[in-house]
């Protein structure tokens, strides 16, 4: 029997207007923005209909935005009754995937989000460092190059996105290097980041105590469907284990990529991208085309 995973998106599909249609068409929607507001002591609806887009890519600003704008469309899978058997999210995304699936509310989690958020932003700031994209390089040359490229500095793959897109992440002189071996190794395309930091690298480290903290003052409930977590792609239920998750997630690569395969072996053939974006279906698409993935952000995308 077929299964349905919800996916959730992470910093990066964030976009000025995004949640606009989700507050305008729905009261519950509406009133979790409002307690957002409450919850993070800023205008965050100004900042996501208004902008401007520097204020809203901002990491402390970005994160929780893209967390309650997820929950907020999270809300329209929740009135459709549309039934599923798995969750994940995609680095941030696995704070929304958690909320999604009730092992934590939307106020702990919004919390928990504003202050990784902060962490990581503060980490690049003590640790500047840098991000890039490689496109068309498979898995075991781009780990060469890595390996090869840190000689100049520190330089490790952060994202393993899809088959055909890596992520690499730490000092501007090592991600520069891997950049200049991976396009000499034949990758069709590297692309720097806009980041304010090298996250998913030994550069976060410093944001390590303080989230450690941060989720030590609430427990996590049992999930109502398992979640597949980044830093192993296995499906995980026990309340115990999510903290620990988390917070090896920092430094860690996201291996979304075996998260998805993991999916599919567990016998997902549909999932929801539920939040603003699309980026995650696009990803999809460059790990297997035998997943379906449909978008949910706006009150029509699950009536078609």
Partial sequence: MSKRILLFPGQGSQYVGMGKKLAESSSTAKAMLARANEVLGFDLADILFNGPEAALTATEVAQPAIFTVSMMAMELVKEKGVP???????????????????????????????????????????????????????????????KEASSAGVVVPANYNSLTQIVISGTREGVAQAAKLAEAAGAKKVVMLAV??????????????????????????????????????????????????????????????ECMQQAQALGCTEALEVGPGKVLMGLARGISRDLKVTPVENPEDLQK
């Fill in 84 to 146: 599923f058997d798995y969750v994940a999210g995609h680095s941030l995304g696995e704070s929304s995937a958690l909320c999604a699936a009730g092992a934590m509310t939307f106020e702990e989690g919004l919390a928990m989000v504003r202050t990784r958020g902060l962490l990581m932003a503060k980490a690049g700031e003590l640790k500047p460092g840098a991000m890039c994209a490689v496109v068309g390089l498979e898995r075991e040359k781009l780990e060469a190059v890595v």
């Fill in 196 to 257: 304010s930091g090298a996250f998913h690298s030994p550069f976060m480290e410093f944001a390590v105590p303080g989230l450690r903290e941060a989720l030590a003052k609430f427990s996590f409930k049992a999930p109502k469907v398992p979640v597949i977590v980044n830093v192993d792609a296995k499906p995980v239920s026990d309340p115990g284990a999510f903290a620990g998750f988390l917070l090896q997630q920092l430094t860690g690569p996201v291996r979304w990529v």
